[in-house]
């Protein structure tokens, strides 16, 4: 399996919250990611293929770490997209309310 590569600084967004929440470490998690949710990745561990986010910094405790996530959970923002789709947006003309009415 490909894993994506991130960078420290960089924007990404969660596509899989699927989390299991009974997992080694989750007693740790104050936060977990959330479906369509945009991110900062904070630290990269390598080895594990995960990250840590800095918009969740979860506990560690004598046994454990900080819980990090694997990077398959994730991808990049790309800001070109919602340029497009911003400008898709503003460019649609709303009907108004005339319109809106007469096609009922």
């Not at 990404?12 to 479906?35: E, Q």
């Not at 770490?65 to 790309?78: A, G, Q, T």
Request: with cysteine; net charge negative.
């Amino acid at each position: 399996m490909d894993y994506p590569v991130f960078k420290i600084g960089e924007k990404i967004i969660c596509i899989n919250d699927k989390f299991d929440k009974t997992a080694y470490g989750s007693h740790l998690m104050v936060a977990w990611p959330k479906l369509y949710e945009i991110y900062t990745v904070r630290e990269i561990h390598e080895l594990q293929n995960s990250i840590f986010l800095n918009e969740i910094v979860n506990n560690s405790d004598d046994e454990c770490n900080e819980p990090s996530f694997f990077n398959i959970r994730f991808r990049k923002v790309v800001i070109d997209d919602y340029k497009e789709l911003h400008k898709e947006a503003t460019l649609k003309k709303e009907p108004s309310y005339q319109e809106a009415m007469s096609s009922i």
